[in-house]
């Protein structure tokens, strides 16, 4: 029964990183940028619910509200006066732009609140769970976390086929000269995608912040597990991310049970494998 | 009678370093449809690319009704009544064929072309409507392609080698179906391989060689040999 626990914790813990990859996966697959201050973004909106929270009193699940839409709008203002400069048949511009942004944000946040870390409180909702099985608790703040995560999934997937903006993303990412034609501005595509990815990190933020202690300088680490729950799960596939992430999760529950010291190790092991046997992931988008 | 649609004045276009257009000047009047011809790589499919607004690094002057739209991008001068099929028809594959004409239909201007219009026209598209786009067969994308640059609703078309690619009979299809096509007083520019089909269906010629015009006028002032000397350069 301690497995049937382990891997249950390990399921939900995936959802967090399912939320960390969304984004990477979504902006990838709509300008094929890799935006190497993804993590920091996500750590940032923590700090931002944080600073919400101290502001309002809100709960930080609530600050969502407005966390939300001010990182939507962040993420706009980026694309379209910052990162769209640096798109074009070079590849090396955007990532070494996003890799200082990533500097100046780790920076900027620790001058800003120093290396202490913190913490969002959320309430009894952190702590109390209800029994599955015997032995089997589930916490509701991990479930919320999953359901939100598999809610967000979802909610992408819906927008990218079955919305306007989702044609136009994918129109834009086939061939952005002859969406010219039919009035699609890639530029404004790109900012939309970009609000839409910072949505996300926000909700990632939010429940990274209250389910433990953050510090300016863990971007980098929350890349890593988003970047590995995206290649597990195959570039371009938003289910196959949750997938991903999923299956970091229970590795990484599954090495810490081990030995308290693998659990990071057995995540990184595990994508090496999936990378050696399946290097297009497990769920590739289907080409046309 | 006939007010002018389209006039292009000493267009010269490059790219890169490599001038492509040296001084194209013509006019197209409203309800006209226009043959361009010319060998492989004489300019036609460039000179389409300034008119829509694809080519930024060009020269000259491009009017469209009475605005001059030389400077203007591409997604601005479609939302003016300019509609583009591109050469190679360009589907996007990763949308169905519907919403490849859906998005055609993007800049929301209004006419008498919409889903249902394009799918009488076509009707296979209709029943195709849910299939991937390069799923269809050459003449079925092709359809797409054309109901594509319908949708937007344009005063004129510019249709870039329709038949590229695609086998006799199914160009045959195509071209029967050009007068419903470019009815309702729709102004077209046609770019065609086969010299006899294109100036069949239409008013005006133009022959480019090497990017400059070579001969134009009314295919009947011309003689067979007068027309394929311009083409060739002989
Ligand atoms: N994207 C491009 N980059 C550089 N040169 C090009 C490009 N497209 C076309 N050309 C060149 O411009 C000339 C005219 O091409 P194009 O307009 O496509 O000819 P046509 O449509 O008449 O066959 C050709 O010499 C061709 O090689
Ligand atoms: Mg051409």
Redesign the pocket.
Same mark, same amino acid.
């Given at each position: 029964m301690i497995w049937v626990n382990i891997i249950i914790q390990g399921i939900l813990v995936g959802g967090l990183y399912a939320l960390f990859a969304a984004g990477l996966s979504l902006i990838f697959g709509v300008m094929r940028l890799v935006n190497i201050a993804h993590g920091d973004f996500i750590v940032a909106a923590a700090f931002l619910a944080w600073v919400v929270v101290q502001a309002t009193g809100l709960n930080p699940l609530f600050s969502l509200i407005v966390v939300v839409p001010l990182a939507m709008a962040f993420g706009y203002a980026l694309q379209k006066w910052i990162l769209n400069r640096t798109l074009g048949k070079d590849i090396l511009p955007p990532l070494l732009v996003t890799f200082g942004l990533s500097i100046i944000l780790q920076n900027g946040l620790l001058a800003v609140f120093t290396a202490d870390s913190r913490k969002l409180n959320a309430g009894v909702v952190e702590t109390a769970s209800f029994p599955l099985l015997p032995d089997v608790a589930i916490g509701y703040l991990p479930l919320l976390q999953f359901i939100v995560a598999v809610a967000v999934i979802w909610g992408l997937q819906y927008l990218f086929y079955n919305t306007a903006l989702g044609r136009a993303f994918r129109a834009t990412s086939d061939d952005s000269e002859t969406a010219l034609l039919m009035g699609l501005d890639q530029r404004k595509v790109y900012a939309w995608a970009m609000a839409l990815c910072m949505g996300v990190v926000a909700i990632a933020g939010v429940f990274l912040g209250v389910r433990s202690n953050f510090d300016p300088f863990m971007g980098p680490g929350r890349l890593i597990f988003g970047f590995e729950a995206v290649i597990i799960g195959g570039l371009g596939n938003l289910w196959g991310t949750l997938i991903g992430g999923v299956i970091l999760g229970v590795s990484q529950a599954i090495g810490a049970q081990i030995n308290p010291g693998w659990q990071v190790l057995a995540g990184h092991l595990v994508f090496l494998l999936v990378l050696a046997i399946r290097p297009k992931g497990l769920f590739p988008r289907i080409e046309g | 009678m006939s007010e002018v649609l389209l006039s292009v004045e000493n267009l010269e276009a490059w790219?890169?370093d490599?001038k492509?257009?040296h001084g194209l000047s013509f006019q197209l009047k409203q309800g006209e449809v226009l043959a361009l011809i010319?060998?492989?790589?004489?300019?036609?499919?460039? #000179? #389409?690319?300034c008119i829509c607004g694809l080519l930024q690094k060009k020269t000259g002057r491009v009017s469209f009704k009475n605005e001059v739209i030389t400077s203007f991008v591409a997604n601005d001068i479609v939302a003016k009544g300019i509609a583009l099929v591109p $050469?190679g028809r360009k589907l996007f594959p990763s949308l169905s064929v519907e919403e490849n004409l859906i998005l055609g239909g993007n800049v929301g201007r209004k006419g008498p072309w919409s889903l249902s219009a394009i799918y009488n026209l076509f009707p296979i598209l209709k029943e195709k409507r849910n299939a991937p786009s390069t799923s269809l067969s050459g003449g079925q994308q092709q359809m797409v392609a054309i109901g594509r640059g319908l949708m937007s609703n344009p005063d004129l078309i510019l249709l870039? $080698?329709l038949s590229l690619g695609l086998a006799p009979i199914v160009i045959k299809d195509i071209y029967d179906m050009l007068p419903k096509i470019i009815g309702n007083g729709l102004t077209a520019i046609l770019?065609e391989q086969d010299v006899t089909r294109a100036l069949a269906s239409s008013q005006q010629f133009l022959c480019?060689q090497e990017?400059r015009i070579s001969l134009g006028g009314a295919p009947k002032a011309f003689t067979k040999d007068q027309i394929s000397a311009a083409y060739f350069g002989m």
């Amino acid at each position: 029964m301690i497995w049937v626990n382990i891997i249950i914790q390990g399921i939900l813990v995936g959802g967090l990183y399912a939320l960390f990859a969304a984004g990477l996966s979504l902006i990838f697959g709509v300008m094929r940028l890799v935006n190497i201050a993804h993590g920091d973004f996500i750590v940032a909106a923590a700090f931002l619910a944080w600073v919400v929270v101290q502001a309002t009193g809100l709960n930080p699940l609530f600050s969502l509200i407005v966390v939300v839409p001010l990182a939507m709008a962040f993420g706009y203002a980026l694309q379209k006066w910052i990162l769209n400069r640096t798109l074009g048949k070079d590849i090396l511009p955007p990532l070494l732009v996003t890799f200082g942004l990533s500097i100046i944000l780790q920076n900027g946040l620790l001058a800003v609140f120093t290396a202490d870390s913190r913490k969002l409180n959320a309430g009894v909702v952190e702590t109390a769970s209800f029994p599955l099985l015997p032995d089997v608790a589930i916490g509701y703040l991990p479930l919320l976390q999953f359901i939100v995560a598999v809610a967000v999934i979802w909610g992408l997937q819906y927008l990218f086929y079955n919305t306007a903006l989702g044609r136009a993303f994918r129109a834009t990412s086939d061939d952005s000269e002859t969406a010219l034609l039919m009035g699609l501005d890639q530029r404004k595509v790109y900012a939309w995608a970009m609000a839409l990815c910072m949505g996300v990190v926000a909700i990632a933020g939010v429940f990274l912040g209250v389910r433990s202690n953050f510090d300016p300088f863990m971007g980098p680490g929350r890349l890593i597990f988003g970047f590995e729950a995206v290649i597990i799960g195959g570039l371009g596939n938003l289910w196959g991310t949750l997938i991903g992430g999923v299956i970091l999760g229970v590795s990484q529950a599954i090495g810490a049970q081990i030995n308290p010291g693998w659990q990071v190790l057995a995540g990184h092991l595990v994508f090496l494998l999936v990378l050696a046997i399946r290097p297009k992931g497990l769920f590739p988008r289907i080409e046309g | 009678m006939s007010e002018v649609l389209l006039s292009v004045e000493n267009l010269e276009a490059w790219y890169g370093d490599a001038k492509v257009l040296h001084g194209l000047s013509f006019q197209l009047k409203q309800g006209e449809v226009l043959a361009l011809i010319g060998s492989n790589g004489a300019g036609k499919s460039t #000179l #389409l690319k300034c008119i829509c607004g694809l080519l930024q690094k060009k020269t000259g002057r491009v009017s469209f009704k009475n605005e001059v739209i030389t400077s203007f991008v591409a997604n601005d001068i479609v939302a003016k009544g300019i509609a583009l099929v591109p $050469e190679g028809r360009k589907l996007f594959p990763s949308l169905s064929v519907e919403e490849n004409l859906i998005l055609g239909g993007n800049v929301g201007r209004k006419g008498p072309w919409s889903l249902s219009a394009i799918y009488n026209l076509f009707p296979i598209l209709k029943e195709k409507r849910n299939a991937p786009s390069t799923s269809l067969s050459g003449g079925q994308q092709q359809m797409v392609a054309i109901g594509r640059g319908l949708m937007s609703n344009p005063d004129l078309i510019l249709l870039d $080698e329709l038949s590229l690619g695609l086998a006799p009979i199914v160009i045959k299809d195509i071209y029967d179906m050009l007068p419903k096509i470019i009815g309702n007083g729709l102004t077209a520019i046609l770019v065609e391989q086969d010299v006899t089909r294109a100036l069949a269906s239409s008013q005006q010629f133009l022959c480019i060689q090497e990017g400059r015009i070579s001969l134009g006028g009314a295919p009947k002032a011309f003689t067979k040999d007068q027309i394929s000397a311009a083409y060739f350069g002989m």
